[in-house]
Every structure is written in C-alpha cells, then in structure tokens.
C-alpha cells in the first residue's frame, strides 16, 4: 500500500501546483508583462485576475505608481567651487513603456536611465550660478533642474517632481559666504543709519524753518497790535491773583477794583 499512498500524494502535489502555477493575480498600481518561453508579449496585462501556461510562462509585474528615490549630485558652480546637492527624484512607469522597461532596464528603469539623466541636468544648471547664488536660489535650480530632466528623458518615464533637500560646500567656502553675508548685512544696516540721520535732519530742519515763521508772524503781529501781549496773559491767566508782585501790575494784568466790603 506504500507505493500507492507515494504516487497518490506525489499526483495530489502536481495537481496542486499545475493548480496554482494556472493563473496569476496583477494588484492594483501595478502591471503585467508575459514571458512566454522567452519571448515578452507586446500588450501588458491590467490589474486583475487571469490564466496562464503552467511553468511556462512567467508574469512580470511591473510597479506603475509613483515612486521617491534619493540621489547625490556633485557639481562645480560658475566660480569654479564644488558643491554637493542631495536630490529627491519623484517619477513613475507608464503602462505604455512596461513592456520596455523590462525588456531593456530588467524592470528598474531608474540607476541606468534617471539617475545619470538628472545628474547631468543639476549640473548644467548650477554651472551657471556661484555657490552663493546655488545655496540661495534653490527653488529656481530645482525648477529649472526638473524641465531639463524631463526633456532629456523624455515621454518614456514621468518625472513628477524634484526636490532638493540639501546643498553641501567645503566648510572654507560656508566660512567665506557667511563672511561675505556678514558684511552686507553690516553695510545695510549703516546705510539705514544714514537714511535715518537724513531724515531726522531734515525733520529738524522743517520744524526750526515752521518755530522761525512762527516767531516771525507773533512780532509782526505785535508791531502792528501791542496790546497782543495783554491778550496773551489774559488767555493763559487761571484766575488766581499771584502771591508776590513787582514792578507796576497794572501793565502786567488788567484788573478791575475790589467791591467793598460791606457789613451789617
């Protein structure tokens, strides 16, 4: 009976695997490519479930979503200094060039075809710029860095976004940028001195201009009326007599006589 529980479980085992190896299942995001005895099928296949030759032909899945690598960018600015860039490259496979990209990249497009691609296009753009320029314009590079990046690859894959997470230079050229910073930021601040010593001046000088005319208009104005100066006392008298008076006060304040007191 031993022979027959052998061949029966070895039949049950090759029904099992034929079973299994019969069909494939394709996830969402993702896209098939069959291989067929060597030979790769034009159509790629969409996500779902489906049947295939049993050990024969083989199904690639190929990841269509978008996808984050990271790169490093070593590049020469336009004063000849070197600086480093950390890249983020954000790209995706389209369902078009699946059938391609394993054929030609073994399902990995992105070491052969990206990465020297972006590489070249970061180092064209920061060629054209200093390294004090590279680290305050990152925005600008990476804009410009990403069209370039795009035309060189093409429609084959997607580059959806670049982004530069950070600039690295030689601790002597941080020194001399930091430097340099410095010293604009101690120029700005002299000439904002400078600007507001001007103003104060010319404020001071519009208010000695508007005290002058105003001194000016009182004495014309007491030429033509002495009793000006007894209007002005009366105005800013508060109607208390003073505790001690001198000289004739009859100039100083007109007043007019005591009533007299009168009893019972």
């Known amino acids: 009976m031993i022979p027959y529980v052998l061949v029966a479980i070895a039949a049950v085992t090759c029904f099992e695997m034929l079973r299994f190896s019969g069909f494939y299942i394709i ?14 099928y034009d159509k790629p296949l969409n996500p779902g479930f489906g049947f295939k030759l049993p050990f024969l032909t083989e199904i690639r899945r190929v990841n269509v979503r978008q996808n984050t690598s990271e790169i490093m960018a070593s590049c020469f600015s336009s004063d000849l200094q070197q600086v480093s860039l950390k890249l983020k490259v954000l790209y995706r496979i389209p369902e078009a060039s699946a059938i391609s990209v394993v054929k030609d990249y073994s399902g990995d497009p992105f070491e052969q ?3 020297p691609r972006v590489q070249e296009a970061i180092k064209e753009v920061t060629a054209q ?14 804009v410009a860095g990403l069209a370039s990046s795009r035309e060189k690859i093409g429609t084959f894959l997607v580059v959806n976004d ?6 690295a230079l030689s601790k002597e050229l941080e020194a001399a940028i930091e430097a340099k910073m410095v010293q604009q930021q101690e120029t700005e601040k002299a000439f904002f001195k400078q600007q507001q010593a001007e103003t104060d001046a010319k404020t001071s000088i519009i208010k000695a201009r508007a005290d002058a005319e105003s001194i ?4 014309d104005a007491l030429q033509k009326n002495p009793r000006l100066v007894d209007l002005k006392l009366v105005e800013k008298w508060d109607g208390h007599a003073p505790q001690v008076l001198g000289g004739n006060i009859s100039n100083l304040l007109p007043m007019n006589p005591l009533p007299a007191a009168t009893g019972k």
């Open 27 to 40: 996830q969402p995001g993702e896209c098939g490519v069959q291989i067929t005895l060597g030979k790769i």
């Open 129 to 142: 710029k200093t390294a004090a320029e590279i680290v305050k314009t990152r925005e600008s590079i990476k």
């Open 216 to 219: 000016r208009i009182q004495g």
């Open 162 to 167: 670049l982004v530069i997470e950070d600039v």
């Open 113 to 115: 075809l990206i990465v």
